[in-house]
């Protein structure tokens, strides 16, 4: 099976900045895109910032021009650096990716998320 892992979530004030990391794991012949969604209570969850395997991102419009999405193949893992964050950035976190596992098999899985919280 495939996990992915998130950390790197916390507290911080309006104007700081965090860095999201989820690293994914098991049985992964390839990475396909990954990407990074967030869910408030009571809330639709929604798509922050993708990237494809060769490194083209995409971002909604809320965060373009402060988050940065990257990722590492060698290590599996995606990034999310989160700038001039905001009150309204405050959400659960989760990690995203479409995996061709080693059993041939695709699938899109998930990460238990991570909460950001940003103060005013």
């Known amino acids: 099976q495939v996990q992915l892992v998130e950390s790197g979530g916390g507290w911080v004030q309006a104007g700081g900045s965090l860095r999201l990391s989820c690293a994914a794991s098991?049985?992964?012949?390839?990475?396909?895109?990954m990407g990074w969604y967030r869910q408030v209570p009571g809330k639709q969850r929604e798509l922050v910032a993708t990237i494809t395997s060769g490194g083209f991102t995409n971002y909604v419009d809320s965060v373009r021009g402060r988050f940065t999405i990257a990722r590492d193949n060698a290590k599996n893992t995606v990034y999310l650096q989160m700038n001039n964050l905001k009150p309204e950035d405050t959400a659960v976190y989760l990690c995203?990716?479409?995996?061709?596992?080693?059993?041939?098999?695709?699938?899109?899985?998930w990460g238990q998320g991570t909460q950001v919280t940003v103060s005013s």
């Open positions: 098991g049985s992964i012949f390839r990475l396909n895109d």
């Open positions: 995203n990716a479409e995996v061709h596992t080693t059993t041939f098999k695709l699938g899109r899985y």
